[in-house]
């Protein structure tokens, strides 16, 4: 099975900085049959189910604010919110689909 | 507007049997998997398992083989998670999310069903 690895458990960045969240797969994710990286991102905020934010290492989801975005392939991965509002106050997961189906441990948000 | 949505929290004991449900709307139910993710208290995400009402292909995680049923009605869109005996650790909340295949992530997602399993 694939772990994924988030870093760092949490993070406390302050209104209008950068917030970057971290990945690692233990192995790749990239399929070499369309060159697509099968590692999405989600954003979960208390009382609510996660919210898809990026799909295919890099895409935004439809109505994502384009302050979200992601980069990364093979096994390292990374999300950032380039500017940091308070409604991004949330927990982060990442989720692999190269092999079945796995999600990281997640990382908490906060502002500083 | 594509919708999911669960059944209510439940309260179990220990040993006892349930089935949770996630009925979907807006979209053509069996075209696309359903996935099953528990969230423990205070803790992460934890992929269950996953079916496609299409035809009732269901795969588990290895984690969750043994110990969950997961099932479709595709006359009624419905999609459910069972136990035949529930444990304490059991407690949790459970979602259920469409999958798109094509990118393999979940774009929509159930609002929870929470469930409390206590002596």
């Known amino acids: 099975d694939i772990v994924?690895?988030?870093s760092p458990d949490s993070l406390a960045v302050s209104l209008g900085e950068r917030a970057t969240i971290n990945c690692k797969s233990s192995q790749s994710v990239l399929?070499?049959?369309n060159n697509k990286n099968y590692l999405a991102w989600y954003q979960q905020k208390p009382g609510q189910p996660p919210k898809l934010l990026i799909y295919w290492a890099s895409t935004r989801e439809s109505g994502v604010p384009d302050?979200?975005?992601g980069s990364g392939s093979g096994t390292d991965f990374t999300l950032t919110i380039s500017s940091l509002q308070a409604e991004d106050v949330a927990v982060y997961y990442c989720q692999q689909y190269y092999s079945t189906l796995s999600f990281g441990q997640g990382t908490k948000l906060e502002i500083k | 507007?594509?919708?999911?949505?669960q059944s209510g929290a439940e309260v179990k004991k220990p040993g006892e049997s349930l089935k949770i449900s996630c009925k979907g709307s807006g979209y053509s139910f069996t075209s696309y998997w359903i996935g099953w993710v528990r969230q423990m208290p205070g803790k992460g995400l934890e992929w269950m398992g996953i079916?496609?009402?299409g035809d009732s292909d269901t795969r588990y995680s290895p984690s969750f083989q043994g110990q969950v049923t997961i099932s479709a009605d595709k006359s009624i869109s419905t999609a459910y998670l069972q136990w035949s005996s529930l444990k304490a650790s059991d407690t949790a909340m459970y979602y259920?999310?469409?999958h798109q295949y094509s990118y393999g992530a979940f774009d929509y997602w159930g609002q929870g069903t929470l469930v409390t399993v206590s002596s």
Not at chain 2, 1 to 5: A, D, N, T
């Open chain 2, 51 to 53: 079916i496609y009402p």
């Open chain 2, 96 to 98: 259920c999310a469409r």
């Open chain 2, 1 to 5: 507007e594509v919708q999911l949505v």
């Open chain 1, 4 to 6: 994924m690895t988030q």
């Open chain 1, 31 to 33: 399929y070499s049959s």
């Open chain 1, 67 to 69: 302050r979200f975005s």
